[in-house]
């Protein structure tokens, strides 16, 4: 069984940053894309980014390109997300997610497998 867990989330001023890491542990997951989604109250989880297994293909939602960035280290079985420029409409729960069985970035909930617990990201302007 592979469980997700986040850190590094927490409070932060509008402009500041903050990096959000994932461990994996109970299988490695060097073979699979991983993503990041997160979600506010009373709305939906929405995608913010993914990479690939090798780290060679990332996807991004428009809201957050050009100031997050996603990556991975595979000899750490771990994935992270550098978050610079933070807005207050950032603020939200932040999910890890991996997929199972493939190494191609995905961009909607339903293509994940496994999840983290979520980490908290509060932005204050």
């Known amino acids: 069984q592979v469980q997700l867990v986040e850190s590094g989330g927490g409070l932060v001023q509008a402009g500041g940053s903050l990096r959000l890491s994932c461990a994996a542990s109970?299988?490695?997951?060097?073979?699979?894309?991983m993503g990041w989604f997160r979600q506010a109250p009373g709305k939906d989880r929405e995608f913010v980014a993914a990479?690939?297994?090798?780290?060679?293909?990332?996807s991004y939602a428009d809201s957050v390109k050009g100031r997050f960035t996603i990556s991975r280290d595979n000899a750490k079985n771990t994935v992270y997300l550098q978050m610079n420029s933070l807005k207050p409409e950032d603020t939200a729960v932040y999910y890890c997610?991996?997929?199972?069985?493939?190494?191609?970035?995905?961009?909607?909930?339903?293509?994940?497998?496994?999840w983290g617990q979520g980490t908290q990201v509060t932005v204050s302007s």
């Open positions: 997610a991996a997929r199972r069985t493939s190494m191609w970035v995905g961009v909607t909930p339903n293509q994940y497998d496994y």
């Open positions: 109970g299988r490695t997951l060097s073979s699979n894309a």
């Open positions: 990479i690939s297994w090798s780290g060679g293909s990332t």
